[in-house]
């Protein structure tokens, strides 16, 4: 790029198609392949920059941590407890990395873990009301992100987005 072009951006279709130059010898234009391509391109980068913007926004104002916050909301979305199994079922993490963070959760004295009266062979997951106090620090920064970032999206596009990104592991034969 010439110093005096501007820079694209990662959003600008046209910046895409710059560097791109052989993008249509595998994907023809208006075709289900480059439709399918540039979606889930759009995806991905969507992801990744929403990932980046909370994450910086909610460390900075609270110290938290995506894996302490996010565990800590599940658990608090859960009701008055839930258990280990769960837990990592709705994060989607592996046990191994979920027993970490729930092990530094409970020393920093924000989880409980009990003995679970109903199976013996897994433990009961409790906020503190140390852990309720990081929720409502995290959650006004959660929030104003979020707004500042959809206020511009209709209340029915919201809705068609969701059932949008419903629908797509369906075709996987996986659900989220």
Do not use: C
Request: hydrophobic share 35%.
């Amino acid at each position: 790029m010439k110093d005096s072009e501007p820079e694209r951006s990662i959003w600008d279709e046209s910046g895409f198609e710059r560097f791109a130059t052989h993008y249509h010898d595998f994907y023809p234009a208006e075709t289900r392949e480059d439709l399918e391509f540039r979606l889930t391109r759009r995806l991905i980068l969507v992801s990744r920059w929403w990932t980046t913007l909370i994450d910086e926004a909610i460390k900075r104002e609270t110290g938290q941590s995506r894996a302490r916050w996010q565990t800590l909301f599940v658990i608090a979305f859960s009701g008055e407890s839930t258990t280990t199994m769960m837990l990592s079922e709705r994060l989607g993490v592996q046990w191994p990395s979920l027993v970490r963070m729930l092990n530094q959760l409970e020393a920093d004295g924000l989880i409980t873990r009990d003995d679970n009266p109903d199976d013996r062979r897994s433990r009961l997951i409790s906020l503190t009301s140390e852990g309720r106090q990081i929720i409502r620090k995290v959650k006004p920064v959660l929030d104003r992100t979020r707004h500042g970032v959809l206020e511009h999206v209709s209340d029915d596009d919201l809705r068609k987005a969701i059932q949008l990104l419903g629908v797509i592991p369906e075709g996987s034969g996986k659900k989220l």
